[in-house]
């Protein structure tokens, strides 16, 4: 699967990573007292790291790589797009679960604990005047690569999830909607929507049409729908700890000519 690093607007995309290990920071810090009484102080981001391997690559899977994490396509932050991310939901965690202030929209407000209609119960959500459009994110895309976006919702009678695909100058290329039946008299479904973006695109704009509340958007680079999983959108990140192994280095045969790279990806501003 190919993965995606860089500049918005700008990624580069290389192939052949062998490994993703992705850490999370620990949020919980414990300390004891005088008096022997323990205490826990809970964070409230936890950042992540991701450990990226790549084994036996050839020159041309790493050359445009190489000159990103030198600098040649522009200074960090960049954004990541890892494997795990694109088939799980590329929305970032605060997005995912519907955290204050994570979405936009007139009229659109922030909701408390929304029993859902497989029994579970997230603590957040939103609920809207009228049901205005509930803006939920603008994703990157490629053309020709399925993309499905979901959302726990429920409308006066039904509601809508629209995907608008954009060109690099921000124009629409294509819109495409689909609905769910869900009232007000029953918990909230989940409804999605599958698209393929068209020639040109570089974005998704994600909206929720005619919802009265609505919780737990996903976005994912597949044709299926996945299972809800937290947000695993990392658009803030640096590299560091870039390491090379020569493998094979061949003068006249170019197939003998292979190396393993390492880095580490952080990610900065808000977790």
């Known amino acids: 699967m190919s993965t995606y690093l860089g500049p918005a ?25 005088l008096g022997g009484v323990q205490k826990a ?20 899977d790493i050359s445009h790589l190489s ?13 990541y797009l890892g494997p795990w991310a ?3 939901n590329l ?12 979405w936009s929209g007139i009229g659109v407000l922030a909701g408390g604990p929304l029993l859902l209609a497989d029994g579970s119960t997230p603590r957040y959500s939103v609920s809207t ?17 399925p993309v499905t976006a979901s959302a726990w919702a429920s409308g006066d009678t039904e509601f809508s999830l629209s995907l608008v695909f954009l060109d690099a100058a921000g124009a629409t290329l294509d819109t495409v909607t689909a609905r769910t039946q869900a009232t007000m008299a029953e918990p909230p479904r989940r409804g999605h929507v599958t698209a393929v973006p068209p020639p040109g695109s570089m974005n ?5 049409l005619g919802a009265r509340r609505a919780a737990l958007p996903a976005f994912t680079w597949t044709k299926d729908l996945a299972p809800w999983a937290v947000g695993e959108g990392a658009p803030k990140v640096v590299a560091r700890g870039l390491s090379k192994s020569v493998l094979l280095a061949s ?21």
Do not use: C, H
């Open 9 to 33: 607007g700008n990624l580069i995309r290389f192939e052949r990573m062998s490994a993703e290990q992705i850490d999370v920071a620990e949020r919980v810090r414990f300390d004891t007292t």
């Open 41 to 60: 102080q809970i964070s409230g981001t936890s950042p992540r790291s991701w450990q990226v391997g790549m084994a036996a690559a050839a020159p041309r």
């Open 67 to 79: 000159g990103l994490l030198e600098g040649l396509y522009g200074p960090p932050p960049w954004l």
């Open 86 to 88: 694109q088939v799980n």
């Open 91 to 102: 929305l970032t965690k605060a997005t995912s679960m519907f955290l204050p202030g994570s």
């Open 129 to 145: 005047i009228g049901g205005v459009p509930i803006t939920v994110s603008t994703l990157p895309v490629v053309p020709g690569v």
């Open 204 to 208: 998704a704009r994600f909206r929720i």
């Open 251 to 271: 003068r006249d045969k170019s197939y003998l000519r292979r190396l393993s790279m390492n880095f580490t990806l952080e990610e900065v501003g808000n977790a």
